[in-house]
């Protein structure tokens, strides 16, 4: 029995993620609104430049001695089932891993002078849930995946001149993880029938820093591009495993797990068209991510050997329009698409807890200014490429099958200038 217990290996890792692996991509209803294209160079105008490349907070129109501040929240439903197409268990659809969530963030950017801006960022770079029904064809290997990250950043920019600004910061990041799983007595250990009794439960937490730089070009008054990179930070999260087993009793054993999380570099542009095009504006952005770094899991002691992940290094491609349907800019329409490579090698290597696969975003928006008020809306369905295929972990189960599924992300967006 015991060597059921974490055989699926993976301590802190939700898998159902909107950003592929297990990024938290929802940073602003405004960027949303593009699928993250033009982001790294605020095309935006607002305070999230605090996260996604505090160089770029300059472009947010600030006068010396002036803050502003954003508040936002992404509401994501999503829908994952895994589909059973061989095996000794009942084959189909089972096992719903979708859930609710909410995604906070907070923003602000302050003008210190003409040459210096403090910013601070305060929200989730990894948080992540899947959570699968009691009693699914895997539940021996799954039940409930969260993961938990506050990433508090701030930063500094500096204006070298009228062409280049350059930024650099700090983060404190929280990472708290948990999950669940059946424990399975089967024949193999002398019992006379194969049934679920008992769960094992996990749980951790712990504090690591990392840092980011990035630059922005502004190389004509109406357009721009910029570089950002945020570090690897190596987490050491520390808890307890406890297991419940009617027959025998519950247990306790304090375990621990070192969770790289990666290296990400982000370039963007931006540029507002001229002429009778005016009211338009194009922006891009790509993003690597070195997820070469989640290696391989394993949980110091849970006296169970560690999981070889063997991810790959991964790329992502957004772009997008802005629309300004009126003489003024206070009004915007937002329209953005983006392709979003999984760290997944193949079926091989994907399990339950982490069936991540290529998707692609769709996403539409709407901001209004009012005086010093900007209210941003933003609506993304993400589209999962292909249904992702798992293999090699259940091997053993004699169980094969896929995951299909898809997700709705609804994001809202305050701020104020001061």
Not at 58 to 82: M, P, Q, R, Y
Not at 224 to 243: A, C, D, I, P
Not at 282 to 289: E, N, P
Not at 333 to 356: E, M, N
Request: glycine share 10%.
């Amino acid at each position: 029995m015991k060597s059921q217990i974490m055989t699926a290996g993976a301590l802190i890792i939700a898998c159902t993620s909107f950003g592929a692996g297990f990024q938290t991509l929802e940073q602003g209803a405004s960027n949303m609104g593009t699928a993250n294209a033009g982001a790294t160079v605020n095309a935006n105008a607002d305070a999230s430049a605090a996260f996604w490349n505090p160089s770029s907070g300059f472009n947010a129109g600030l006068k010396v001695g002036e803050t502003k501040f954003d508040v936002a929240a992404s509401l994501v439903v999503s829908s994952f089932d895994f589909v059973a197409d061989s095996g000794p268990r009942p084959l189909g659809k089972s096992g719903d891993a979708g859930c609710e969530s909410v995604v906070p963030n907070f923003y602000v950017i302050s003008r210190l002078s003409e040459d210096f801006m403090l910013t601070c960022s305060i929200s989730p770079t990894y948080a992540l849930e899947t959570d699968y029904e009691n009693g699914w064809v895997l539940s021996d290997r799954a039940l409930n995946s969260e993961i938990t990250t506050v990433d508090i950043n701030p930063s500094i920019a500096y204006k070298v001149n009228d062409y280049l600004t350059i930024s650099g910061g700090i983060s404190a990041q929280w990472a708290h993880g948990h999950l669940s799983q059946s424990l399975v007595w089967l024949p193999s250990l002398g019992l006379p029938y194969q049934g679920f009794i008992g769960t094992a439960r996990v749980s951790g937490s712990s504090w690591a820093v990392g840092g980011n730089a990035g630059f922005t070009v502004n190389y004509a008054e109406d357009g721009r591009f910029g570089f950002q990179w945020r570090s690897e930070v190596n987490q050491s999260l520390k808890g307890n495993m406890h297991v419940n087993n009617p027959m025998s009793g519950s247990s306790m054993k304090e375990v621990g797990v070192d969770l790289d999380l990666p290296h990400t570099f982000t370039v963007g542009w931006y540029q507002r068209l001229r002429g009778d095009l005016k009211r338009i504006a194009l922006m891009a952005d790509y993003s690597y991510t070195l997820w070469s770094s989640f290696d391989m899991l394993s949980i110091e002691g849970s006296g169970t050997p560690g999981v070889k992940e063997d991810w790959r290094n991964t790329s992502r491609v957004a772009f997008g329009v802005h629309i300004y349907p009126f003489d003024s800019d206070n009004t915007v329409l937002r329209f953005g698409s983006a392709w979003d490579q999984t760290p997944v090698k193949d079926a091989q290597h994907r399990y339950s807890r982490i069936p991540c696969t290529d998707r692609i975003w769709f996403s539409g928006g709407i901001g209004q200014k009012i005086g010093n008020v900007n209210i941003d809306f933003a609506y993304t369905y993400i589209y999962f490429y292909e249904d992702p295929r798992m293999e090699g972990e259940f091997a053993s189960t004699g169980v094969t099958g896929y995951f299909e599924g898809s997700a709705h992300v609804v994001s809202f967006q305050i701020g104020y200038k001061f």
